[in-house]
């Protein structure tokens, strides 16, 4: 996945890079190791995190990696980039109209600016903890965001999609899957931590909740995708400051958001529609491409 991230993007060695809530660095490393030239810049909201990265930097003996620790929603700096990434970091964001503006001014002209986010289908909704049954919320998630497929359209004032991609759920359930193996597997090396985090008299519980969360995290998104046509996805979408010649949007997107978005651009929209099974009112070929004029 990191490298399809750089392939998307269209990153070169020597591009200047901003990684927007690096988390434990995993994408910033990977770009400092594999693109040599390239100068990574990462921001997150952590000291240990930023002590792991540049432990990792250490003994990588990468001397091309910077990381700031930051509240990204009043941070501001002077610098632009040829690539910007944010990674699963929009979901524990607000205000999507400051926080691209703000981004914005951080790309160069000819820039991209990747973003990785989960989303639902159909909606968007805000994480809150109202009852017993939202436990996720209060535990782990608390002041998040469920982005919906088309939520980025509608924030095109400083930045333009021009392109994206749906992923389905099946690799993060199974990816979730092989988190509560390890820890099942690394239980007596967890419970001092869990002891530390959350005092010994709380250890049992919390790692009671984290097998739980890992469980209802693999079949949401595995179960759901299998039953209800992939409700909840993992989104990746690309944007820059100016729309190309063609702008390729999945089909997933409404008609109805198609056609804004078209008026929009003023560009040609061409729409690629992905059918993985036949259907009679569809036609046989598993792919079919059609020009839309609205």
């Not at 901003?18 to 030239?37: E, F, H, M, P, T």
Request: glycine fraction near 4%; include cysteine; proline fraction near 1%.
């Amino acid at each position: 996945m990191l490298e399809l991230y750089c392939e998307r993007s269209q990153l070169k060695d020597g591009h200047t890079v901003l990684d927007v809530g690096c988390d434990w660095g995993s994408l910033s490393l990977y770009i400092a190791r594999k693109y040599s030239n390239c100068r990574v810049t990462g921001i997150c909201n952590s000291t240990t995190q930023k002590a792991h990265i540049e432990e990792q930097c250490r003994d990588l003996q990468l001397q091309n990696v910077e990381i700031i620790v930051a509240d990204i929603s009043i941070f501001e700096m002077e610098a632009s980039y040829d690539r910007i990434f944010s990674i699963e970091m929009f979901e524990h964001m607000k205000n999507y109209e400051d926080l691209l503006k703000k981004i914005s001014k951080w790309l160069k002209e000819d820039s991209f600016l990747f973003i990785h986010h989960f989303c639902h289908k159909a909606f968007a909704y805000h994480f809150e903890d109202i009852n017993e049954d939202d436990w996720i919320t209060r535990y782990f998630f608390s002041g998040g965001t469920m982005t919906s497929a088309n939520l980025l359209l509608y924030f095109q004032d400083d930045v333009s999609v021009v392109n994206h991609w749906l992923v389905n759920g099946k690799h993060y359930a199974q990816t979730s899957e092989e988190w509560l193996k390890r820890m099942d597997k690394n239980l007596s090396s967890i419970k001092p931590i869990m002891e530390s985090n959350y005092g010994k008299d709380s250890a049992v519980k919390w790692t009671v909740y984290w097998r739980t969360f890992f469980i209802a995290v693999a079949e949401l998104f595995d179960t759901m995708m299998e039953k209800n046509g992939c409700l909840w996805k993992s989104r990746k979408a690309m944007l820059i400051m100016e729309i190309g010649d063609e702008v390729v949007l999945s089909s997933t997107i409404s008609y109805g958001d198609l056609k804004s978005f078209y008026h929009s651009s003023k560009h040609i929209i061409k729409v690629v529609l992905v059918w993985n099974t036949p259907s009679p009112d569809r036609g046989s070929p598993s792919n079919l491409v059609n020009w839309i004029n609205f």
